[in-house]
């Protein structure tokens, strides 16, 4: 495999998290497949050639073939360090292998990257990719209309259930009383998904942004200590048992350049 080919399937997999643009939302037409990449650094040289490489190349060859929000990444708390991820978005998979292709077919990004590759030693030790598929009630990843001048925090909750059956009670749950009350405490997800493609399977993800981490941490204490949730939570594993057996929690911050930030 040529490296460009491969350098597009990986962009491909960052450009999975946009949303649709302006006029297909108008259209009525939903995000439903996302493509979560987690790239992990050393210390050192390979944090600054990553945003290099996403500000200067990436973003934009990816802005040239499809519209749409995209949120780009770096690690404050996660089981690597350091660590950036990029999540993009599509209508569907077909979409997906369709930017896929005008990525690779892109002569002037193939030069730029072929020039930023072009140091001794490399720019991540190895990366992940997810493919993610949106929930029924998800709402619209979309930027704000007033950008936070100070990028906000973005919580990554991966949900791993022990049976396919809990994992949809879980849905259930969140679909139900959990977002009301998300809602009342100052927790705003932007994103709700099932795994589709990778590990932990079966998964529930989902992202927050939040204003900071003071913001964050009274949001979840205030979550924590709800009477109505205290009581849903009793209720919802005295009928289906533990349904999130395994929970990742990532923090993360939007980068200067993310489109979403």
């Known amino acids: 495999m040529k490296r460009r080919a491969f350098f597009g399937t990986t962009l491909g997999g960052l450009g999975m998290m946009a949303a649709p643009s302006s006029a297909s939302a108008a259209e009525g037409k939903r995000t439903r497949i996302y493509v979560l990449e987690n790239f992990y650094l050393q210390q050192g040289a390979q944090v600054a050639r990553m945003h290099d490489y996403f500000s200067n190349i990436g973003l934009p060859a990816l802005t040239r073939v499809h519209q749409g929000p995209k949120i780009f990444l770096e690690a404050l708390v996660a089981p690597h360090m350091p660590q950036m991820a990029a999540i993009v978005g599509h209508q569907s998979l077909e979409q997906m292998w369709d930017i896929h292709h005008k990525l690779a077919a892109d002569k002037e990004l193939s030069a730029a990257f072929e020039k930023w590759e072009s140091a001794p030693e490399p720019a991540f030790d190895q990366a992940s990719r997810t493919v993610l598929e949106a929930t029924d009630y998800s709402p619209e990843v ?27 009670a879980l849905h259930e749950r969140f679909a139900g009383p959990e977002i009301r009350i998300f809602h009342r405490v100052g927790i705003h997800p932007i994103l709700y998904t099932s795994t589709l493609i990778g590990a932990n399977l079966p998964s529930l993800t989902y992202l927050i942004p939040f204003e900071n981490l003071a913001a964050r941490e009274k949001a ?12 849903v939570r009793k209720e919802s594993i005295e009928k289906h048992g533990q349904i999130a057996s395994v929970i990742q929690i990532s923090l993360f911050k939007a980068t200067a350049y993310s489109p979403i930030r």
């Open 142 to 168: 979309s930027a704000l209309a007033d950008p936070p001048k100070t990028p906000r925090i973005f919580e990554l909750r991966v949900y791993h259930s022990p049976t396919w059956r809990q994992l949809k």
């Open 220 to 231: 979840w204490d205030a979550f924590g200590s709800d009477p109505e949730w205290q009581k």
